[in-house]
């Protein structure tokens, strides 16, 4: 019989074992593990350090929510003492994946519209028809807080058992100053209440609504006269974002919007590049975006332009298999060019209903080409470098936060190599026992 594995809060004593010769007291000690694989530094990685370091043979040691202490387990033994020992049983430790680019908050889901991609519907038919991101307004307009509260933050369960320790979490589903306010309210809620550190992005321009079809120019009025200062007046949103395609917000359009939110002290992250080669790279460069994301059909002068303003580009490689694309974005030829790729599950319910990390790792080495080494670096300090987070997550190092996850895997190069089963046994966040999967019982 399976139990479901729990959510947990606190430290729970998990296989303690005896330490002896011990000089000095830690919270929490990982050790018997095959590999700890993980990055190093605090800024993205690009071309030859972009894959991760891998070692075996290592224990690390947490004390009041940080790693204290990497090293041969042999002197970790004899040298810490901990409340909690943590018995790896020959698995992999990696840092806490960080998922840059999701679409969290929505409340009904929008199965129908696989259904017409399978059929042969383009992405753009289905939204001009009023499908795509207009079909999910309703559903976020009508619920109340307390019901995406709820919704949400059963997806932060489930990021949690998949390994996912921080998101980036986007609005854009109720395109009216209340319902985006509500959102991103929900978002804060959230992060108060669950173990998944949430970024909050405002992405207000998702979309025109219904209501603005023939009058765009009066909704781009109404996001940069009001939208835009009420969220940065709110303090509730980091980032500000834009979906820059010609079907939803041109390249002028986009400036207008994103110089705004710049002039109001929002950082900027874009949805550019994707659907068709628009330029949206080239602007994103041009405004000093943190990041530019999707990037399937950048340009090559697009890549240039990102390099020399250094913007991070976060790849979503699960969305063209699920909107029946063939063209994926060139990751090679963005590490060639000095870029420090990041990956994301662009979790959504139209385009992307995946909320696996692991899962995107494979698809990046299938179609980018990646390494697992290189697909975990992406995956955890480069998406953390993305979000201005670096300095504290997204590697396992001394001084860094303790945000790990317990693999029952043989190697890291399984990351990639396996597909379609969760191998997250553990997770810690912040150096608490926040997740354990349930072991099979006879």
């Not at 009023?130 to 307390?146: N, Q």
Request: charged letters at 25%; aromatic letters at 6%.
């Amino acid at each position: 019989m399976r139990r479901p594995g729990r959510v947990l809060v606190g430290s729970l004593p998990y296989s303690l074992l005896p330490m002896r010769r011990a000089t000095e007291t830690a919270d929490l000690i990982v050790v018997n593990l095959a590999e700890v694989a993980t990055p190093l530094g605090q800024e993205g990685c690009r071309a030859e350090s972009l894959a991760a370091t891998v070692r075996a043979g290592l224990a690390v040691v947490v004390e009041r929510g940080l790693v204290v202490a990497v090293g041969p387990e042999d002197e970790v033994r004899a040298g810490w003492q901990a409340d909690d020992v943590i018995d790896g049983q020959g698995g992999v430790l990696v840092p806490g994946f960080v998922d840059a680019h999701t679409h969290p908050i929505f409340f009904g889901t929008r199965e129908d519209e696989f259904e017409q991609r399978v059929a042969g519907k383009s992405y753009v038919e289905i939204a001009q028809a009023g499908g795509g991101i207009r079909s999910s307004l309703r559903g976020v307009r009508d619920a109340s807080r307390e019901e995406l509260l709820e919704q949400l933050l059963l997806r932060l369960d489930r990021f949690l058992e998949l390994g996912t320790t921080c998101v980036e979490a986007k609005t854009g589903y109720g395109l009216t100053c209340e319902d985006e306010l509500k959102c991103l309210e929900v978002l804060r809620d959230a992060g108060l209440a669950h173990p998944v550190e949430i970024v909050p992005t405002f992405l207000g321009a998702h979309d025109v609504p219904p209501e603005y079809k023939d009058r765009r120019e009066a909704y781009i009025e109404l996001l940069v006269n009001e939208m835009l200062p009420q969220v940065a007046e709110s303090g509730l949103a980091e980032y500000c974002d834009v979906f820059t395609e010609s079907h939803v917000f041109g390249l002028e359009d986009s400036r207008r919007i994103m110089s705004a939110g710049r002039d109001l002290g929002l950082g900027l992250r874009m949805h550019v590049d994707q659907l068709t080669a628009l330029g949206g790279a080239e602007l994103a460069a041009e405004l000093g975006a943190a990041s530019a994301d999707h990037l399937e059909c950048v340009s090559p002068a697009g890549l240039e332009a990102l390099a020399a303003a250094g913007v991070a580009p976060v790849l979503c490689p699960l969305v063209p298999l699920y909107l029946g694309q063939t063209q994926e974005a060139p990751a090679r030829a963005m590490i060639r060019a000095g870029l420090a790729p990041a990956l994301a599950t662009d979790f959504n319910p139209g385009s992307c209903f995946v909320q696996s990390m692991p899962e995107v790792l494979t698809w990046a080495a299938l179609r980018y080409g990646l390494s697992a080494a290189e697909a975990l670096t992406a995956a955890t300090l480069n998406a953390a470098a993305s979000l201005g987070r670096a300095d504290r997550l997204g590697s396992i190092e001394v001084g860094k936060q303790a945000d790990l996850v317990l693999l029952d895997v043989p190697n890291h190069k399984f990351l990639t190599y396996e597909f379609g089963r969760n191998p997250v046994r553990t997770v810690i966040k912040a150096g608490e026992l926040v997740y354990e999967r349930a072991e099979v019982e006879f």
